[in-house]
């Protein structure tokens, strides 16, 4: 079982700035899974990586498998932004089981 | 945009019922799975379905628990004889491929609740 760690577990925003946040696991991995729940539970998937880097929009999501870190970044940071971002892990290339972290819960304000 | 469909948004049932999720995923997509998410905790995989089987399953997915296809467009998550303890969000997510570079489309969750 891969254990996956979020940092922070809740972030404050002005609007308009960078954000990061952080995801650790323990164990190696096939692929990472970034999500979006929103406040009222829904869930958005944002990313899925295996290595390097990804943009969409305002998010980029790297990954360093060899630090078994990978990161979430915002840029122009806006209030509709605010959810819970979630990391998510597989472990063995053949399987479909992700491991999910607690999510970081971000709130930008205006 | 397509999405995936779930039904009922909230079921409440009595302890020891049978219920039953339904799952309505993306048209031509070939990976299903449902995930549950007890209030205030982590999301929890617990079954993945490709090619009409079961492909994967947690260690939550006991025998109170089965899915199914029945006819090609809806996908269902049964849970026998349920528990207090069964209580959550059953979010249900389809994908096209296995690995793919947006992840899963996921649906918008039915909250259970056992009494």
């Known amino acids: 079982k891969n254990e996956v760690e979020q940092s922070p577990q809740n972030l404050t925003a002005q609007e308009g700035e960078f954000i990061t946040i952080n995801c650790s696991y323990s164990?190696?991995?096939?692929?990472l899974h970034w999500l979006q729940q929103h406040p009222g539970g829904g869930i958005v998937s944002l990313f899925m990586?295996?290595?390097g880097k990804k943009k969409h929009g305002r998010l980029i999501a790297t990954i360093n498998i060899q630090e078994k870190h990978s990161s979430l970044h915002i840029t122009a940071s806006h209030p509709r932004d605010s959810a819970v971002y979630i990391c998510?892990?597989?472990?063995?290339?053949?399987?479909?089981?992700?491991?999910f972290g607690t999510g970081t819960s971000l709130t930008v304000i205006p | 945009e397509p999405e995936v469909t779930q039904t009922p948004s909230h079921q409440v049932t009595q302890m020891g019922q049978e219920v039953i999720l339904r799952c309505v995923p993306i048209?031509?997509?070939?990976?299903f799975y449902w995930y549950r998410q007890i209030l205030g905790q982590k999301v929890e995989f617990l079954v993945s379905?490709?090619?009409?089987?079961?492909?994967?399953k947690s260690e939550i997915f006991d025998d109170q628990f089965s899915v199914e296809r029945p006819d090609g467009s809806n996908f269902t998550l049964k849970i026998r004889s349920t528990k207090l303890e069964d209580s959550a969000m059953y979010f249900c997510?389809?994908?096209?491929?296995?690995?793919?570079?947006?992840?899963?489309?996921f649906g918008s969750g039915t909250r259970l609740t056992v009494v």
């Open positions: 990586l295996s290595s």
């Open positions: 997510a389809s994908s096209a491929a296995r690995d793919s570079n947006y992840g899963y489309t």
């Open positions: 164990v190696g991995i096939s692929a």
């Open positions: 998510a892990v597989r472990g063995w290339v053949g399987g479909n089981q992700f491991y």
């Open positions: 048209s031509n997509h070939l990976y």
């Open positions: 379905f490709y090619n009409n089987e079961i492909s994967e």
